[in-house]
């Protein structure tokens, strides 16, 4: 339907665009959210630099990598300390809060609106900032779950018991915002405990994580009930003023958030499509007319909203 030839930036200002969004924010009957990476590098989930030292350098030093995402990829000595990289990847990724307040900002957007999230992240944001979990699709994964790794079930576990232990197995201190610390002196391990190695509980198989990387990603029951809700949502509302509000969605998986709301932008002459994207702010031709595209970081176009 569309075309890379076809596709444009807003030649508008940047105030302008804000205007609409705010236009568009307060006529809507509905808001669909569409939130990719970027949205969770503007909430300070980065996965290099300090951030990736402080949790990270032993696993540097030995490895070579400089990024949390390089490692996830790394071929480990031994399962003792994949898992010592995992469980703290999973807890710095998942469990601690994000380091800037913009999840729960944009609920204060949405949340006395008609609203439904999807989302290719991983990380739960949107459930710890009080978005109403079942107005939320995580199409890809949570990091929060284990899955087995053939899989003999479509079935998925929670990590969390599992993780703290891998966590204090190593030598780390844990504190009520999942923080983690290590005592003065102590080195952390690079291991955690053989029986600590997580297998299905069915076939006895080792397991890996829920995230979408090939065919063997489990949509378990959860994952189609939240499928189902999604699909029934943007069937009753069919020919209402819609927004469809795309936050941080590159082109990695574009077939799950952004293609989908350019094709219902054009199919309904009242929707409002806006692409807030720093480097990425573009839409079709075709639908121009009904497009907010801001190229800038999250967290301003945020606080300039709220002005």
Not at 116 to 131: E, L, P, R, S, Y
Request: aromatic content about 14%.
């Amino acid at each position: 339907m569309f075309s890379k030839i076809s596709i444009t930036k807003s030649t508008e200002g940047y105030s302008i665009q804000i205007n609409k969004l705010k236009d568009a924010l307060k006529s809507a009957d509905a808001v669909v959210i569409g939130a990719g990476a970027g949205l969770s590098t503007s909430a300070g989930f980065v996965y290099t630099g300090e951030r990736f030292r402080k949790y990270f350098s032993d696993f540097e030093d030995k490895y070579g990598f400089h990024d949390m995402y390089s490692g996830a990829f790394c071929q480990y000595d031994t399962p003792e300390q994949h898992w010592a990289y995992w469980s703290r990847f999973i807890t710095v990724n998942r469990y601690m809060d994000a380091p800037k307040p913009i999840y729960e900002e944009i609920l204060g957007f949405v949340k006395n609106k008609d609203y439904f999230v999807i989302t290719t992240n991983v990380d739960h944001c949107f459930q710890k900032a009080g978005f109403d979990k079942k107005k939320l699709f995580y199409t890809q994964g949570d990091y929060g779950l284990f899955q087995c790794g053939e899989p003999c079930r479509q079935s998925t576990y929670n990590n969390e018991d599992t993780v703290r232990k891998m966590l204090e197995a190593q030598g780390y201190i844990i504190d009520k915002n999942s923080e983690l610390t290590i005592p003065d002196g102590v080195t952390p391990k690079m291991s955690v405990p053989t029986e600590l190695i997580p297998h299905c509980p069915v076939c006895g198989k080792p397991m890996t994580m829920n995230l979408r990387s090939d065919n063997r990603f489990v949509e378990d029951e959860g994952w189609h009930k939240a499928a189902e809700r999604y699909e029934n949502f943007l069937r009753t509302r069919k020919g209402l003023r819609m927004l469809f509000l795309e936050l941080g969605v590159g082109y990695n998986t574009p077939g799950i958030i952004k293609y989908p709301f350019w094709q219902m932008t054009a199919q309904n002459p009242k929707a409002v499509y806006a692409c807030v994207n720093y480097g990425e702010a573009v839409c079709p031709d075709e639908i121009k007319q009904q497009s907010i595209c801001i190229d800038n970081d999250i967290a301003k176009v945020l606080e300039d909203l709220k002005r």
